[in-house]
Nanobody
Framework: QAQLVESGGGVVQPGGSLRLSCVAS????????MGWYRQAPGKQREQIAT????????YHSDTAKGRFTISRDDANNTVFLQMNNLTSEDTGVYLC????????????WGQGTQVTVSS
């Protein structure tokens, strides 16, 4: 059964950095566009960044552009999100998942990893 486990979150001061990891198991991420999402309190889940199969194209939301970078390591079935210059608006639970060419999710949503930006 496919599984996604996110890690790397924590409490950081404004301007700080974090590197999130998403380790997939149960099947390979190679056939999937992978993405990071944020669930903030009282808000809908928001897409932050996606990376296509092979990693040659990436999308970053307007709020993430210039500060966050998504990457993938297919050999280790892992997706990363490097987050720099964090602000309080970046606070939330970060989750990852993927989409196949046919629109199917990689697997069930995991627990996510909490990111709190606070002074």
């Amino acid at each position: 059964q496919a599984q996604l486990v996110e890690s790397g979150g924590g409490v950081v001061q404004p301007g700080g950095s974090l590197r999130l990891s998403c380790v997939a198991s149960g099947k390979s991420i190679r056939g999937y566009t992978m993405g990071w999402y944020r669930q903030a309190p009282g808000k809908q889940r928001e897409q932050i960044a996606t990376i296509v199969q092979g990693g040659r194209m990436k999308y970053h939301s307007d709020t993430a552009k210039g500060r966050f970078t998504i990457s993938r390591d297919d050999a280790n079935n892992t997706v990363f999100l490097q987050m720099n210059n964090l602000t309080s608006e970046d606070t939330g639970v970060y989750l990852c998942n993927g989409k196949s060419l046919y629109g199917a999710d990689f697997g069930p949503w995991g627990q996510g990893t909490q990111v709190t930006v606070s002074s």
